[in-house]
């Protein structure tokens, strides 16, 4: 009794049919794979947010502050993640889903991390500290006074937390933080001015022109493809946190807060 066997354009069709299924599937499962990192961003995004409410519940309604930078030059400046670390108690949180940023535990460290937070929270003892209210923040680091959620009072509209880009401090990146005192200024409204926001990496592209100190942008990491359709999520004051794509920030979508001081 003879067996039949697949000819060899038999074989062909079925190979060329599994090639059309798969091109078929693999962007599905892309953009499936791609909107569980999104949904996860924003799931870790509204635990953080909690940790910053409770931080501020034992410190007399004070914001965590992003950076404190020191008076004495021989003291290293201490950054916001150590800080808030007791009520997260997990490092993950403060690594974006899906990419290879690292949790900051020191000053050393910073430019690691990729969940960034708003640089208006920072304090300056230093003879460059920032005074509430000073007409002219462009460039700012620090305040010579702590942020408190009073200062916030369109809570729900002050952006705190975003992804940012990562990698080797050496290349200018500051990843723990964003700064909302570096992108151009919105004279109807200061307040609105969003900081410098891509869905490219600009630390790469302007790090041979800017200081570090010019750059802390925000990445919208999820989705990017050049065009600012990339969305990160943000956290914001009161608590809540949502995505928002780079186009949106940087057109005043929302009438979102960024320098509220």
Known sequence: MRTRAFTLIE????IAIIAILAAMLFP??????????KTAALGQARQLSASVLMYAAD??????PSTI?????????????????PYIKSKEILVAPGTNGRFANGWNERSWQNIGYNGATALDFTEHGCVEGQADTSGCEGFTTPATFSQADEAARVALFAVTPWGERAAKYRGYVFSPYNGETYLPDPKLSPPLCADR???AELGATLAPSQLKPIFAYYGKNGTGSGVTPIVFADGHAKSMSANAINGRSGSIVWRFR
């Open 11 to 14: 074989l062909l069709v079925v």
């Open 28 to 37: 599905v499962y892309a953009q499936a794979k791609e909107a569980a990192k």
């Open 59 to 64: 410190y007399d309604d004070h914001f965590v």
């Open 69 to 85: 930078y020191p008076a004495d030059p021989n003291q290293e400046p201490a950054i916001w993640s150590p800080m808030v670390f």
């Open 201 to 203: 990496d600009l630390v």
